[in-house]
């Protein structure tokens, strides 16, 4: 599980994108995050996967969701 020190050495874009999905606990699509939060949809793109990467986000049927920090 991700802690919350992980979180924090991301990039603030990232930040705020994990901090949108922690929101939503269904998740949301890249569609409809991108109205969310102010970065363009390719920035939005990049910032999911470095999340994902990190174990922080994860898509499932299409939907992003957020990975609960321990």
């Known amino acids: 599980m991700p802690d919350a020190a992980l979180l924090n050495v991301q990039p603030r874009a990232r930040r705020d994108v994990y ?16 109205y969310e939060v102010e970065i363009p949809e390719a920035e939005l793109r990049e910032a999911l996967r470095k999340l994902d990467a990190f174990g922080l986000a994860q898509r499932t049927k299409g939907a992003w969701t957020a990975i609960p920090l321990s």
Do not use: F, H, I
């Open 19 to 34: 901090e949108v999905l922690a929101k939503l606990p269904d998740g949301m699509r890249v569609k409809d995050l991108v």
